[in-house]
């Protein structure tokens, strides 16, 4: 079992940054490939970014590529997303997952999901 608590969310101005942070709980962190999600207003949940469970491989959305970073540090159980550059279509909740399956871009394939942060950017 694995519980997940994003923060970092909050109100942006376009062209700025945010890094959201996602702690888990449970000894098993690191056997768990990591994923953020985002879910904008009246939008499907899609998939942003993920990492595997040492931090050696990296997915991203063709949307968020150059422009945002996942990272993991397992000795603090915790997992972040460093955006950059945002922009108003990155407005959403954001949700981080984690999940078996190495490069899952794919929300039900991910076991655990936190209760998400909100990132608003105003243009």
């Known amino acids: 079992q694995v519980q997940l608590v994003e923060s970092g969310g909050g109100l942006v101005q376009a062209g700025g940054s945010l890094r959201l942070s996602c702690a888990a709980s449970?000894?098993?962190?690191?056997?768990?490939?990591m994923g953020w999600f985002r879910q904008a207003p009246g939008k499907e949940r899609e998939f942003v970014a993920a990492?595997?469970?040492?931090?050696?491989?990296?997915y991203y959305a063709d949307s968020v590529k150059g422009r945002f970073t996942i990272s993991r540090d397992n000795a603090k159980n915790t997992v972040y997303l460093q955006m950059n550059s945002l922009k108003p279509e990155d407005t959403a909740v954001y949700y981080c997952a984690a999940t078996v399956h190495d490069g899952s871009t794919w929300s039900h394939e991910y076991n655990y999901w936190g209760q998400g942060t909100q990132v608003t950017v105003s243009s």
């Open positions: 990492i595997n469970w040492n931090g050696y491989r990296t």
């Open positions: 449970g000894r098993t962190f690191s056997s768990y490939a």
